[in-house]
């Protein structure tokens, strides 16, 4: 099956940046594209960034400048570089290939940003 496990959150001033990380197994990793997600309580769970099999890359407008994703195929990993955090971009961060519903999520990696 497949397995997505994020990684790389924690705790950081506003301004700070933070890289989170996914590592997908049970796929043929290069083939899909992948996308990052974020979820607060309350919220509906939004697309971030995304970046296709081809590594053309898409952002929210809530992060285009200062978010980067990336990814490094031999390592089946998928990245999101976070620059000038706020305190709204606090959430749990997922990854999974966007609107592909044979895939489970992963338990997420929390992202607070306060002072």
């Known amino acids: 099956q497949v397995q997505f496990v994020e990684s790389g959150g924690g705790l950081v001033q506003p301004g700070g940046s933070l890289r989170l990380s996914c590592a997908a197994s049970?796929?043929?990793?290069?083939?899909?594209?992948m996308g990052w997600y974020r979820q607060t309580p309350g919220k509906q769970r939004e697309l971030v960034a995304r970046?296709?099999?081809?590594?053309?890359?898409n952002y929210a407008d809530s992060v285009q400048g200062r978010f980067t994703i990336s990814r490094d195929n031999a390592k089946n990993t998928v990245y999101l570089q976070m620059n000038s955090l706020k305190p709204e971009d606090t959430a749990v961060y997922y990854c999974?290939?966007?609107?592909?519903?044979?895939?489970?999520w992963g338990q997420g990696t929390q992202v607070t940003i306060s002072s």
């Open positions: 999974n290939v966007p609107f592909d519903t044979r895939f489970n």
């Open positions: 970046i296709s099999s081809g590594f053309n890359t």
């Open positions: 049970g796929m043929i990793f290069s083939r899909y594209g």
